[in-house]
């Protein structure tokens, strides 16, 4: 089955940097974009950036755009959410999220990972 396992969440001061990693399996992993979001609580899950199969296209929200970094490696079946000059309102619990269509599937299912926190503070 579809598995997304985040990882490189923590707690890190403000100006600081963390490395985001989503593990997936279950899925031809080159052939699907994959996006990373973010939910404070109380509020809606937003979008921070996307990225497609092959990693040639990429777009990222206005707030982390010049800061934060979407990559992967479709060799480890990887992606990753590289993030600097990181700031409190980036306090979020970050999740991984991918739309598969599996099998005989006429239409694709979301998937989401089970998300990491990510805590800026001084």
């Known amino acids: 089955q579809v598995q997304l396992v985040e990882s490189g969440g923590g707690l890190v001061q403000p100006g600081g940097s963390l490395r985001l990693s989503c593990a997936a399996s279950?899925?031809?992993?080159?052939?699907?974009?994959m996006r990373w979001y973010r939910q404070v609580p109380g509020k809606d899950r937003e979008l921070v950036a996307s990225?497609?199969?092959?990693?040639?296209?990429?777009n990222y929200a206005d707030s982390v755009k010049g800061r934060f970094t979407i990559s992967r490696d479709n060799a480890k079946n990887t992606v990753y959410l590289q993030m600097n000059s990181l700031k409190p309102e980036d306090t979020a619990v970050y999740y991984c999220y991918v739309a598969v269509k599996l099998g005989a599937a006429v239409y694709a299912k979301d998937y989401w990972g089970k998300g990491t926190l990510v805590t800026v503070s001084s």
């Open positions: 990225i497609s199969n092959a990693g040639g296209t990429t």
């Open positions: 279950g899925f031809t992993f080159s052939s699907y974009a």
